[in-house]
């Protein structure tokens, strides 16, 4: 059974940093993309990032561009979506997804709240 573990997020400043960590578990991590997505209050599912097998592709959302990146540790079975300059508009809930394609999908996991307030 497929398993995401999200962690990493809290309350930072606007202009601040944080980096999000994804633990998987119940498929080949190695042979796998991965995605990071967000969902803030009253509004869906964003796709934010992705990421290819082997780290050598890497795609984003033009509103994170340039200020998250996505990255991973296939040792760890783990993917990692580094975030700066932070704004309040980033606040939300974010989830890590199984493979590059978006039309793959599992079970979510719990997600990881970001709060952007001064």
Not at 12 to 34: E, I, K, R, Y
Not at 44 to 61: F, M, P, Q
Not at 70 to 89: A, C, D, H, V, W
Request: hydrophobic share 30%; aromatic share 12%.
């Amino acid at each position: 059974q497929v398993h995401f573990v999200e962690s990493g997020g809290g309350l930072v400043q606007p202009g601040g940093s944080l980096t999000l960590s994804c633990v998987t578990s119940g498929f080949t991590f190695s042979a796998n993309g991965m995605r990071w997505y967000r969902q803030a209050p009253g509004q869906g599912r964003e796709l934010l990032a992705r990421i290819s097998s082997l780290g050598s592709l890497t795609n984003y959302v033009a509103s994170v561009r340039g200020r998250f990146t996505i990255s991973r540790e296939n040792q760890k079975n783990t993917t990692y979506l580094e975030m700066n300059n932070l704004k309040p508009e980033d606040s939300a809930v974010y989830y890590c997804m199984k493979g590059w394609s978006v039309e793959e999908f599992e079970a979510w996991g719990q997600g990881t709240q970001v709060t952007v307030s001064s």
